[in-house]
């Protein structure tokens, strides 16, 4: 089975928890959403159509490139139809050094969790030594990356609020910010479904729109002590359109 891949490569994570680590990033092509700040839209037009690779091919890539961590993104993964085979071979195999994979699937809170989710609680518990450490027949872990779309992206109705229920302490629900209506809808929905006690919260500005300190105030105005501000630090690094990065 193939999957639609719009780019592969190796750089630092620019956001997520695993922000600042090396991974290997696999960018699919397509999106199901027209967010107005997208700043991947190149990989989601339709008469964009990248590779089309084999999923023995794109393990082989991912264990070739040797990061740990892996990170799935868009466009939007979960329109691959064989993006769960995919997933369950990666988490079947290891890295060149004998170590297990950690898999984060960024996506857009549009499509359902349910298939990936099920999927990651079939894989067994990792084998415990006698000194309480994760033995080499360790299994890798999926983890979501789930956005949670705002007003100013014109795509807040699409969002699937049953998705919530799939998300744990392993996993990250993320709010790109633009005004102050996104950070009351985003300190809304925290509040009213307690996400910080469930999962991961972050909030996040759109790129050279709302300023960061904004955001900042306004968590120390709410007392959001428990909710994470992140900068996109690829776009710091590298000029915020580059691609590969």
Known sequence: ???????????????????????????FCGCNLHCAYCDTRWACEPCFKGEHIDIDCLVDYVV???CVCVTLTGG??????????????????????NRAFEIEIETNGALSLE????????????????????????????????DWKCPS??????????????????????F??????????????????????QTNVLLSPVFGGIEPKEIVEYMKRYDLVDVRFQLQLHKFIWPPTQRGV
């Open 176 to 197: 790109v910010v633009g005004t102050q209506d996104d950070l009351e809808c985003a300190r809304r929905l925290v509040q009213d479904n307690n996400l910080t006690v």
């Open 64 to 66: 070739d490139a040797g």
């Open 76 to 97: 939007e993964p979960l329109l691959q139809p064989a993006l769960p085979q995919f997933v369950k071979r990666l988490l079947g195999m290891k890295t060149t050094d």
């Open 115 to 146: 298939t990936l989710a099920h999927l990651r609680q079939s894989v067994p518990k990792p084998c415990q030594t006698p000194d309480d450490q994760t033995s080499n027949d360790a299994r890798g872990y999926v983890s979501f990356t789930m």
């Open 153 to 174: 992206s014109g795509m807040t109705d699409y969002m699937l609020h049953e998705n919530l229920a799939y998300l744990t302490k392993r996993d990250t629900i993320k």
């Open 1 to 27: 089975m193939n999957l639609a891949v719009a780019e592969r490569f190796v750089s630092i994570n620019g956001e997520g928890l695993q922000a600042g680590r090396l991974a290997t990033f696999i960018r």
